[in-house]
């Protein structure tokens, strides 16, 4: 079982930043893939950024490339996104994910590959 608990939303002007936080109740160095979704009003959840349980092959989808940033603290069991030169369109319901599972990897990115998730943090991106 894996609790996550999401921080560090709230409102920022456009070319903005913005640093999300999410703690997890057991250590994340045992937890095989961590992630970022977001789901905007009338969309489905997307992946945003996903890591492995060793920190390598931070993976992120078109969109944010370039732009955000996802970390791991094994010490603070807590997951990051740096998230810079934001957009309107980043604009969501921000959600950390985690998965158990050892074979999930190739699947990164779908929403069905993550049995864990937070309770989201509101980010919007507005003048």
């Known amino acids: 079982q894996v609790q996550l608990v999401e921080s560090g939303g709230g409102l920022v002007q456009p070319g903005g930043s913005l640093r999300l936080s999410c703690a997890a109740s057991r250590s994340t160095s045992s937890i095989y893939t961590m992630a970022w979704f977001r789901q905007s009003p009338g969309k489905e959840r997307e992946s945003v950024a996903v890591?492995?349980?060793?920190?390598?092959?931070?993976s992120y989808v078109d969109p944010v490339k370039g732009r955000f940033t996802i970390s791991k603290d094994d010490a603070k069991n807590t997951v990051y996104l740096q998230m810079e030169s934001l957009k309107p369109d980043d604009t969501a319901v921000y959600y950390c994910a985690a998965s158990l599972r050892r074979s999930v990897w190739s699947a990164r990115f779908s929403t069905f590959s993550y049995d864990y998730w937070g309770q989201g943090t509101q980010v919007t991106v507005s003048s």
């Open positions: 890591i492995r349980r060793d920190n390598s092959n931070p």
